[in-house]
């Protein structure tokens, strides 16, 4: 592989904003949130928080599953549109920062296509099981004995935590780049309103699942 070519996969998947933005990023970004949504369906994922993931039960509708991705986008939405309109000098388009913020998710869509893995299914299922049966006592707690499935299983479990830190990385470019916000203390703005946005996604998701 080439400089160049190096060069230009680094800026797709580190900084596609600066290409793709607008309308094309909101499409393509729903489109994502959607589809990550129906495929975590399959195996009981949840994006139940804007950094949450979590594998649970497939008996919640799926509308549920499509409405998290939703109230996760939004949330963080509103609250770095609103933050970027108090610290940024200039101006910028709500389409652009809620289009990006969108598209900045796509790596869920990995994560839930990773969930689908038969290893990690049926080792998951044991895990729950034991954990029912032995409680949450780590001294009565043993670990399925499959060992190619626990591999798999911490394998895609390293690829969540990575794809969540790239999610992380590009809502801040979103972020920065569409408000034009550099800097320190526009970075420390954000991690503050990645946090109110965790807790607030939480909790509308949550009463959203006692409303079933």
């Not at 900084?15 to 959607?34: D, N, Y």
């Not at 949450?136 to 190619?148: L, Q, R, S, Y």
């Not at 390293?158 to 992380?168: D, E, H, K, T, Y």
């Not at 990645?194 to 509308?204: G, H, N, Q, R, Y």
Request: charged share 10%; proline share 3%; hydrophobic share 55%.
């Amino acid at each position: 592989m080439t400089s160049s070519s190096s060069f230009r996969l680094s800026h797709f998947l580190f900084q596609p904003f600066v290409r793709i933005a607008g309308l094309e990023s909101l499409l393509l970004g729903l489109a994502a949130v959607l589809l990550a949504g129906w495929v975590g369906s399959l195996s009981g994922l949840h994006f139940d928080g804007v950094l949450d993931v979590h594998v649970g039960t497939k008996a919640p509708p799926l509308w549920l599953f499509l409405a998290e991705g939703i109230i996760n986008w939004l949330t963080i939405g509103i609250i770095l549109y609103t933050a970027g309109k108090l610290l940024s000098r200039t101006s910028f388009r709500a389409i652009d920062l809620f289009g990006t913020q969108a598209l900045a998710r796509w790596p869920m869509l990995l994560v839930s296509l990773a969930c689908l893995t038969p290893a990690f299914q049926r080792f998951n299922a044991q895990l729950i099981d034991a954990i029912t049966k032995m409680g949450v006592d780590p001294t009565k707690f043993a670990m399925p004995g499959n060992g190619m499935d626990a591999a798999v299983f911490g394998a895609v479990t390293v690829l969540m935590l990575a794809c969540i830190v790239w999610m992380v990385v590009l809502l801040w470019k979103s972020f920065s780049h569409c408000c034009n916000l550099r800097g320190g203390k526009h970075l420390a703005a954000f991690i503050l309103c990645l946090l109110i946005a965790e807790v607030a996604s939480k909790a509308l998701i949550v009463r959203l699942f006692n409303l079933i």
